[in-house]
């Protein structure tokens, strides 16, 4: 199954791609729908907090770009790390308001669709052909966990790079042995996809048998994969103002605040004294 582009000027020229949802750190520029004009990839994690304004700064320069002329900037939603989740949606806010009166557009990319696009690069560069079928992207959640999507891949001769990806069904939680494709699909859930894309090798061993076959694409939700997706979503009405610019979380917080603590500490019960 192949491809051809379209030569529609109706995307983004100047756009800014960032994603720090899992410990990778990932930002790009370049035209939506394209291939990057520039890429940088280091350390994420906590340390995003520190180092990802300043290497947005650099990259634009180096791309001889000012803020104020980038036409949208696009960015990692989730799911992924609080902190990583946290710390773009805060830069990305920030840029997005500062760049002019009135903000840059911001296009919030789901990173389980930004893992199956990076896959879907990789398999292009490998093989020269999509094989069609599903697609399936993973994620490690942590505690045991994985975030799952299925995703559709079809040719797209109205998008710049001839591709079209979209959810079949919302993210989801599951454990390894529960690993299925979502009820969307025309078949059995528990029928494996062509592909599996994610950074989930670590739990390969653990997957349901007729799952353990099928190839695994490693993929993580990079800023050029966000780059090419950014098309689509500007076409589908998909861009924000800066303040609707919000995380995607799809676990529930694994830990509560101080005051949330006391809140449900029975009456009476008094908190330990701390150690000496």
Not at 137 to 160: H, I, N, Q, S
Request: aromatic fraction near 6%.
């Amino acid at each position: 199954m192949t491809a051809s582009p379209s030569s529609s000027p109706a995307w983004p020229n100047k756009v800014l791609a960032l994603d720090t949802s899992t410990d990778r750190l990932s930002i790009a520029v370049g035209a939506a729908g394209q291939a990057a004009l520039l890429h940088h990839e280091a350390e994420g994690g906590a340390q995003a907090s520190a180092t990802l304004l300043p290497a947005i700064l650099d990259m634009l320069d180096a791309a001889g770009w000012r803020l104020d002329e980038l036409e949208a900037i696009a960015f990692g939603c989730g799911p992924g790390t609080f902190t990583g989740l946290r710390t773009a949606c805060a830069v990305v806010q920030g840029l997005a308001v500062a760049g002019r009166p009135g903000g840059i557009p911001v296009i919030p990319v789901h990173g389980l669709l930004a893992v199956a696009r990076a896959a879907l690069d990789r398999w292009l560069a490998q093989h020269g052909d999509w094989p069609g079928g599903r697609l399936s992207a993973a994620l490690d959640a942590r505690m045991d966990e994985m975030y799952v999507a299925d995703v559709a891949v079809t040719p797209a001769t109205d998008m710049p790079d001839g591709w079209r990806l979209a959810l079949v069904q919302d993210a989801r939680l599951c454990t390894p042995p529960a690993l299925a494709t979502a009820d969307g699909w025309p078949v059995s859930p528990a029928t494996p996809p062509t592909l599996l894309a994610g950074n989930v090798s670590g739990y390969a061993s653990r997957w349901p048998t007729a799952w353990q076959t099928v190839p695994l694409i490693p993929a993580w939700p990079d800023a050029q994969a966000l780059l090419r997706l950014s098309a689509a979503l500007w076409a589908a009405g998909a861009a924000v103002p800066a303040a609707a610019a919000q995380p995607l979380y799809v676990r529930d917080k694994v830990a509560l605040t101080t005051e949330e603590r006391e809140r449900l500490r029975p009456p009476g019960h008094m908190p330990p004294a701390p150690k000496p």
